[in-house]
């Protein structure tokens, strides 16, 4: 019987396999013992709610010159860039055949809501803390986004 120690690599493999063994078969809940290693996966409960979360999206403004963490617009005007507060998927409006929640060239309002980020199958209403005109849309609709990412440019007032 072998009893070395399984590598991280190995052990990292397997839990890839059992999640996707997991999805393919709908299972809620796995357990193996292999090589060595007993791992066990065990999908959570989400949580149901009938309202969004809601997250105010972090404002930012540009500077003279960029840093790692600052989105500058590339013209010589002063604009606010709304930032996404997490990672998920972007969407303009709240469902497919819905408006969307602005527009460029639309007047913003403190409390606003802007966008929706889906993370984990939760819809996340995202406002904004700051008033001004929306100048751009960094995102496509239904695209990924990371958090801190540059999402609407806005003009103040």
């Given at each position: 019987?072998d009893?070395r120690?399984?590598?991280e690599?190995?052990?990292?493999?397997l839990?890839?396999?059992m999640?996707a063994?997991m999805?393919?078969r709908?299972?809620?809940?796995?357990?193996?013992?292999?090589?060595?290693?007993k791992?066990r996966?065990?999908?959570a409960?989400p949580v149901?709610?009938?309202?969004?979360v809601e997250y105010?999206?972090?404002?930012s403004h540009?500077?003279?010159?960029p840093t790692?963490?600052?989105?500058?617009?590339a013209?010589d005007?002063h604009r606010?860039v709304?930032?996404?507060?997490?990672?998920?998927?972007?969407?303009?409006?709240p469902?497919?055949?819905?408006?969307p929640?602005?527009e460029?060239?639309?007047?913003l309002?403190?409390?606003?809501?802007?966008?929706?980020?889906?993370?984990?199958?939760?819809?996340?209403?995202?406002?904004?803390?700051?008033?001004?005109?929306i100048?751009?849309?960094?995102?496509?609709?239904?695209?990924p986004?990371?958090?801190?990412?540059p999402?609407?440019?806005v003009?103040?007032?």
């Amino acid at each position: 019987m072998d009893k070395r120690k399984p590598s991280e690599r190995e052990a990292v493999q397997l839990i890839e396999e059992m999640l996707a063994l997991m999805e393919a078969r709908g299972l809620a809940e796995l357990e193996i013992e292999q090589e060595g290693i007993k791992i066990r996966l065990k999908k959570a409960v989400p949580v149901v709610s009938s309202q969004p979360v809601e997250y105010v999206a972090g404002v930012s403004h540009s500077l003279p010159a960029p840093t790692a963490t600052s989105h500058v617009v590339a013209d010589d005007r002063h604009r606010v860039v709304i930032k996404s507060p997490m990672v998920g998927t972007f969407y303009r409006a709240p469902a497919p055949d819905a408006p969307p929640f602005v527009e460029v060239g639309q007047d913003l309002e403190v409390g606003q809501v802007v966008c929706i980020i889906e993370a984990m199958k939760l819809m996340n209403e995202i406002k904004t803390e700051t008033t001004g005109r929306i100048v751009e849309i960094l995102v496509e609709n239904g695209a990924p986004v990371e958090f801190g990412q540059p999402l609407f440019a806005v003009e103040p007032p």
